[in-house]
Every structure is written in structure tokens, then in C-alpha cells.
């Protein structure tokens, strides 16, 4: 049985940091890319970053451009996504992805239904 699972959120005040880790497990995931997307309230789910299997390629939402830094660990199965100089506007539901795709851009472009593998979420939440 396939788990993503997210740590790292919390409280913050604008213009700090955060981390967030994703673990998944239960199949393997080679050629997955893995990503992050967010859902604020009464919005739809939204793009933030991905990352290729191999690590080599990345992609970003224009939104969190130069603050925030996806990277994959050793074991390929691990992602993570450092957060600088937050803004109120970035508070949401931050969400886990992994889909088996090529290229990092390829999920920053998908439509968050299509999306093979999903964590439950972790809160982020940044005051201004």
C-alpha cells in the first residue's frame, strides 16, 4: 500500500522559514517526479514546485520563485521543500505529490486530479 506522508508545518511569521519533508513508501518510485502543491481556503489546489527522479530538473510556480528550494533525497523516495522569506499568501494546505513523469515541469503543468499519489496534508500558516 502506497503512503506519502508530510511533516514540517506550522506557524510562522512573515518572513521566516520553513521546512517541509515527504516520505513515500510502498512501491518504488523510480521516474516518479515528486512535488508539492498547496490549497488555501476557498481556493483551488495550486502548483508550487516539483522535482525529477533524478533530481536534475525542477520547476517552480512563479509565485514562490527564488524563496522557496525543492530538493529530493539519496534515496529517491524522500522530497523537501525549503521555504524562505514567507508571506501571508502562502498560507495553505501543503500537499505531497508523485506522479510517474519525466520532467519536473511536466507536473507543474498537470492538473492536480491527475496526480498519481497524494499525502493528507500539513498546515502552513504565516502572520503577518
Known amino acids: 500500500q502506497v503512503q506519502v506522508v508530510e511533516s514540517g508545518g506550522g506557524l510562522v511569521q512573515a518572513g521566516g522559514s520553513l521546512r517541509l519533508s515527504c516520505a513515500a513508501s510502498?512501491?518504488?518510485?523510480?521516474?516518479?517526479?515528486m512535488g508539492w502543491f498547496r490549497q488555501a481556503p476557498g481556493k483551488e489546489r495550486e502548483f508550487v514546485a516539483a522535482?525529477?527522479?533524478?533530481?536534475?530538473?525542477?520547476y517552480y510556480a512563479d509565485s514562490v520563485k527564488g524563496r522557496f528550494t525543492i530538493s529530493r533525497g539519496n534515496a529517491k523516495n524522500t522530497v523537501y521543500l525549503q521555504m524562505n522569506s514567507l508571506k501571508p499568501e502562502d498560507t495553505a494546505v501543503y500537499y505531497c505529490?508523485?506522479?510517474?513523469?519525466?520532467?519536473?515541469?511536466?507536473?507543474?503543468?498537470?492538473?492536480?486530479?491527475?496526480?498519481?499519489?497524494w499525502g493528507q496534508g500539513t498546515q502552513v500558516t504565516v502572520s503577518s
Open positions: 505529490a508523485a506522479d510517474f513523469l519525466n520532467t519536473a515541469q511536466a507536473m507543474g503543468v498537470m492538473k492536480p486530479v491527475d496526480v498519481d499519489y
Open positions: 510502498g512501491r518504488t518510485f523510480r521516474n516518479y517526479a
Open positions: 522535482i525529477s527522479w533524478s533530481g536534475g530538473s525542477t
